[in-house]
């Protein structure tokens, strides 16, 4: 699958898509998820803690973690690259992966 993970986001951007590996996923409260939304570039504990998980391989993929909350029908993808905050993130609809 493909799509667009950008560098320190903001919401007028236009982006290129990337290959991705969703390495875990993390179910926030809908009060946690709306305000990764307002303020994405702010630290996150669960960013903090899945640093390892979150990378670029050799091959080009972006690992990532999927923030998610049962209220909304879409999801954020995220790659850290190392940081505590989302440096990269794309928008992923919950519909195309299965959240069983």
Avoid: W
């Amino acid at each position: 699958m493909k799509v667009n993970f950008v560098r320190k986001p903001t919401p007028s951007e236009i982006y290129p898509q990337d290959e991705f590996i969703i390495e875990k996923v993390i179910r926030l409260s809908k009060a946690e998820f709306e305000d990764l939304l307002k303020e994405p570039l702010k630290d996150r504990d669960y960013v903090r803690e899945n640093k390892d998980k979150m990378y670029e391989d050799t091959d080009g993929f972006m690992h990532c973690i999927y923030v998610v909350s049962e209220d909304y029908d879409y999801g954020i993808l995220i790659e850290s690259e190392g940081s505590d905050y989302p440096r990269y993130t794309a928008y992923f609809p919950k519909a195309i992966f299965d959240l069983k």
